[in-house]
């Protein structure tokens, strides 16, 4: 509403100097008026700034509120603010430049005008860009579809929409949404466990085996059985490599159960605590 009043006076004070304008240019051409011929082509310079940018503030006054609810679900306020204000100022330039042209500006130079106007204008919306550019990827090189239960970098949940700029996480633990720019996908890596149950592999070296590690895994097995709603096969026993002898516990999980392989974590250092050797590359 502020925006359509603003418009408003803004068309009736440029149309108010226009008909000022006419007037006195229409007493110069039948020699009512005498003036320098310098201070004549000021004159019909300013008549066609003044016309081009009355006719653009009309077509302000009808688009603007389009450009505003065009990305009304795809960006943020702020965001959506910068746009108009780019469009609006987009607008202007033009009539700028049809003001240059009429003055005699070459067509080489205009174009260099535009260029650099066109490149702070990217500039400005950079980020933007990016995330447009990530929407092309997602759709054409498909890193995930939605359903799908991803992770980038602290970020995971359930992807539940894929939009312009951006795409949406469903966290379903704490039914919470993360907006996340479609841009991250350009420069961070992203960890996709598809969109039904997934296998979660935890490797743990050992510095001795005890003599009752079979009975400790099997407890192991039962508690990973009984937190885990997916009855699929549980896997729990001693493997080696060029590296050692070391703990191999396999299950499947999906995103519902966030927090199921911490816990399964946790309770195998309470069994294993006193054989087992501690790496960053455990968990």
Not at 226 to 237: M, Q, Y
Not at 243 to 258: D, T
Request: hydrophobic share 50%.
């Amino acid at each position: 509403m502020i925006i359509k009043r603003r418009l408003y006076k803004r068309i009736l004070l440029l149309s108010v100097i226009l008909i000022i304008s006419e007037l006195i240019y229409l007493g110069i051409r039948r020699e009512i008026i005498h003036i320098d011929p310098a201070a004549n082509l000021a004159i019909e310079l300013f008549l066609t700034l003044i016309i081009s940018l009355l006719i653009i503030t009309v077509i302000l006054r009808l688009t603007e509120k389009r450009v505003w609810t065009m990305f009304e679900k795809e960006m943020e306020v702020e965001q959506r603010i910068i746009i108009s204000k780019l469009y609006s100022i987009t607008l202007y330039t033009l009539a700028l430049f049809i003001t240059f042209w009429k003055a005699g500006v070459s067509l080489g130079n205009l174009t260099i005008f535009l260029g650099l106007v066109a490149s702070g204008f990217a500039f400005a919306i950079r980020d933007i860009l990016l995330s447009f550019f990530g929407w092309f990827i997602i759709l054409n090189r498909k890193p995930f579809h939605m359903g799908d239960y991803i992770q980038i970098e602290s970020n995971s949940g359930l992807v539940t929409r894929i939009g312009t700029f951006f795409f949406t996480l469903e966290q379903p633990q704490n039914q919470e949404y993360i907006k996340v720019p479609n841009s991250i996908i350009l420069i961070k890596p992203i960890l996709n466990r598809g969109n039904g149950k997934f296998r979660e592999e935890i490797r743990m070296p050992l510095k001795h085996v005890p003599e009752d590690l079979q009975e400790r895994l099997k407890e192991l097995q039962i508690f990973i059985r009984t937190r885990n709603s997916l009855k699929d096969p549980v896997r729990a026993h001693v493997m080696a490599d060029a590296s050692g002898w070391y703990i191999y516990v396999s299950f499947y999980n999906n995103h519902q159960q966030e927090n199921l392989k911490a816990a399964v974590f946790t309770e195998a250092l309470s069994l294993l605590s006193d054989c087992l050797k501690f790496s960053s590359s455990s968990f």
